[in-house]
């Protein structure tokens, strides 16, 4: 049996293929970048783009090289484009088809998570169909189940768009009276400063998502623009706006204080964290390795544990 778990985030898609029969767990990611393809020279070689709904789309690095990518932030565009996203990631890791699918949403979103349960449970391309039963999760689920599990905790999940803070009991289960969403408190915040700037100097449009995916592979052309003290300058204020934001929320105070040390700050957002020096009323795990990665491991952990008889 094989499951696809599915991190479909604002700024990256992060998956993890799980075999359950042969216990093995293959990870990746891209972008979550789409732009429809235009066409140029045709050297018979190249690899042509996904063509869905109508149209040929181009999905992942591809469509950051070519730019002019969709607003991936936007209320639908997971719902939407959710189809498109798998099909790039199946044809990635040569999949025709697997049995499940488990998808990671957002707190923000999780009042939609029927529609995309129900936009991501076939996916038809002009050559290819994949069918599959579809399950949502919680966003930082995984996260809990890797490093805090069994005991209770809260999750800060930092994403590209979202932050999310998920507060577990003992026995796994969401306390919704402690967990929540925000939209547009993620990374985002400080990356569409950098964008602007960097087309102000390079004289051509870039867009936040196209920003972190050269943040990420640490491209030079943000060194050579000499911009880099403006993006710290921007990280910082970012961070303070988010501390700030968290500590107003009553229900945030109070659960940190119920679970004492048991927080744990992942996502794609962690590579830019730091810990606030004051004002934070407990201790802080950290994860900085492959922290965008910590949801997918998790659940690909958990379901592998609960395979075994």
């Not at 990611?29 to 393809?37: D, H, M, S, V």
């Not at 920003?211 to 990280?235: D, H, N, P």
Request: glycine residues 8%; proline residues 4%.
């Amino acid at each position: 049996m094989k499951v696809l778990v599915f991190d479909p985030g604002y700024g990256d898609v992060k998956y993890a293929l799980v075999d359950i029969d042969k216990g093995e767990v293959q990870t990746g990611k891209f972008p979550t970048l789409i732009t429809e393809a235009r066409k140029g020279i045709d050297f018979e070689d190249e690899e042509s783009g996904l063509f869905w709904a109508g149209k040929e789309y181009l999905v992942g690095k591809e469509a950051a090289f070519l730019g002019r990518t969709l607003d991936p932030t936007t209320d639908n565009f997971l719902e939407t484009f959710i189809p498109l996203l798998l099909a790039k990631t199946l044809l990635d890791i040569g999949q025709e088809r697997v049995d499940k699918v488990i998808i990671a949403v957002s707190l923000y979103d999780w009042p939609r998570r029927k529609l995309i349960e129900n936009s991501a449970k076939q996916v038809v391309l002009k050559d290819h169909k994949f069918e599959h039963e579809v399950l949502t999760v919680p966003q930082g689920y995984g996260i809990w189940f890797d490093k805090l599990a069994p005991n209770d905790g809260i999750v800060i999940d930092i994403g590209f768009r979202t932050v999310d803070v998920l507060s577990l009991d003992e026995e796994g289960k969401p306390e919704g009276k402690f967990s929540f969403g925000i939209a547009d408190l993620g990374v985002k915040y400080f990356v569409d400063d950098v964008a602007n700037l960097l087309s102000e100097e390079a004289k051509d449009k870039f867009t936040a998502g196209e920003i972190m995916y050269f943040l990420q592979k640490k491209r030079s052309i943000l060194r050579r623009l000499g911009i880099e003290k403006e993006i710290e300058a921007r990280i910082d204020g970012w961070l303070t706006l988010l501390w700030n934001t968290l500590l107003t929320r009553k229900n945030f105070r109070r659960a940190v204080f119920l679970k004492e040390d048991r927080v744990v700050v992942a996502g794609g957002g962690a590579l830019f964290f730091r810990e606030p020096e004051d004002g934070f009323p407990c201790r802080m795990t950290i994860v900085k390795e492959s922290p965008e990665f910590a949801n997918v491991r998790g659940i690909a952990k958990w379901i592998l544990q609960e395979a075994q008889p």
